[in-house]
């Protein structure tokens, strides 16, 4: 009798699994269609004719980038994309999430109607596949460059696609998201990131040394230069405005906040091995700060890294009155801990957690060291 229960048991699951496999193509398709259009869904982006949205989203119908490689849209979908990007053609610069919504089953179904709507024609994806993938991908969000030393376009679309380089014509308007771009700024190790927010407001993020280096807004974002994807530091991108605030660096001490932005081409990007002057401060810990990469929340990087054993992370945004950026630290585990900000004329700056020094001194007892901000703003 148990045994009779056991095979009955076992068949059942066979049928039901012959049943997941046998699903028809169109019925897989048919069920991605459905999970495309839900709520949060690439529709929110991509929209539902595939079309994407005018020099903002590129689109997904027709699109050169699904082509060749399944595991690149899977590995776009888990880990997201941020960077300048060509799509049949036309340019974008913007950041994608990672699309956390979906499990593997669901993602695969999107995946398919992806790969096979508005005339695609290409694979079905299984569920196996995105399972691999998730497991496999490094954890970072993609840049294009990363993207696609993974899983290069094959020759035939690679013409036409691929990444461009940005000229001195892409200067931003107004943004309604984030601009990130990983690029040579003045003033920073050749790690950097150009980060431009919504209200216009923006930064240089130094990967190499894990610090915010320097903040802006008049004169608008970073004009990069033709060659600044594949030359060796030099030419670094170029911006007009004068920072308002900028982190001290023993390196540039005597350099004034008008000559870094008067960087011409000529200017070194220096050397982050003898950067002295990390900005925070906790007892005991002597080795330098270690990058350990960046996710997307909304658009927004979240920066993390390591400080001995402390991992901590940095995401900046505007403040609530969008006159200026909010940085939110976390440290964990938390500790007592000295932040030391540069002061300037040019900028007022407080924390929501203790009294900022004169001399942009910062302490912060261990509980207070979990979550704080530090909000920047410029004098007029
Ligand atoms: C919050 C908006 C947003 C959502 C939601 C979104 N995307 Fe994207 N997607 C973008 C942006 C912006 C880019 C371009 C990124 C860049 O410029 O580096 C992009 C690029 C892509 C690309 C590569 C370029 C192209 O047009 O083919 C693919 C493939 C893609 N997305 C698929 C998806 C899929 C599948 C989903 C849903 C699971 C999705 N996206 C959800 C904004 C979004």
Redesign the pocket.
Same mark, same amino acid.
Request: proline share 14%.
């Given at each position: 009798m148990y045994l009779y229960t056991k095979i009955l048991i076992f068949s059942l699951l066979f049928f039901l699994s012959l049943k997941v496999y046998s699903e028809s193509r169109d019925e897989i398709i048919e069920k991605g269609r459905k999970l495309y259009n839900g709520a949060g869904?690439?529709v929110?982006?991509?929209m539902q004719d595939g079309k994407?949205q005018k020099g903002t989203?590129?689109?997904?119908a027709g /699109?050169d980038?699904?082509k060749e490689s399944s595991a690149r /849209?899977i590995a776009? /979908?888990l880990r997201g994309?941020?960077?300048?990007?060509k799509?049949n053609g036309k340019k974008?610069? /913007?950041?994608?999430?990672p699309?956390l919504l979906?499990n593997d089953e669901k993602?695969a179904y999107?995946?398919s109607y992806?790969n096979n709507a508005w005339g695609n024609k290409e694979n079905i994806i299984t569920k196996k596949q995105i399972t691999q993938a998730r497991k496999e991908l490094p954890q970072d969000v993609f840049t294009?460059q990363t993207l696609l030393k993974h899983f290069p376009f094959d020759k035939k679309y690679s013409k036409k696609n691929g990444t461009f380089t940005p000229t001195y014509d892409d200067t931003l308007g107004d943004i309604s998201s984030p601009v990130l771009y990983r690029t040579f700024m003045p003033g920073a190790s050749p790690a950097a990131f150009a980060v431009a927010l919504p209200g216009n407001h923006y930064y240089c993020w130094d990967a190499g040394e894990s610090r915010l280096r320097y903040v802006w807004t008049k004169g608008g974002f970073i004009k990069a230069n033709q060659a600044h994807w594949s030359s060796n530091g030099k030419p670094v991108a170029e911006f007009n405005g004068t920072p308002y605030y900028r982190a001290q660096t023993t390196l540039l001490k005597n350099e004034t906040f008008e000559e870094l932005s008067k960087t011409n081409m000529q200017k070194p990007i220096y050397d982050t091995s003898q950067a002295v002057d990390f900005p925070i401060f906790i007892e005991g810990i002597k080795e330098a700060p270690s990058f350990l990469g960046y996710r997307l929340m909304d658009g927004f990087p979240i920066f993390r890294y390591s400080l001995g054993k402390h991992t901590i992370t940095e995401l900046i945004r505007m403040n609530s009155e969008k006159t200026g950026i909010k940085r939110i630290f976390t440290i964990s585990p938390p500790t007592k801990m000295t932040f030391k900000l540069t002061p300037t004329e040019k900028a007022s700056m407080h924390s929501d957690c203790g009294k900022i020094k004169p001399d942009g001194t910062l302490s912060l007892s261990s509980s207070e060291s979990s979550k704080f901000s530090i909000i920047i703003t410029p004098k007029e």
């Open positions: 869904s690439c929110a982006c991509h994407g989203i590129p689109p997904l /699109s980038w699904l /849209s776009i /979908s994309l941020a960077g300048p990007i799509v974008y610069y /913007s950041a994608m999430p699309q979906f993602l999107i995946l992806v294009p």
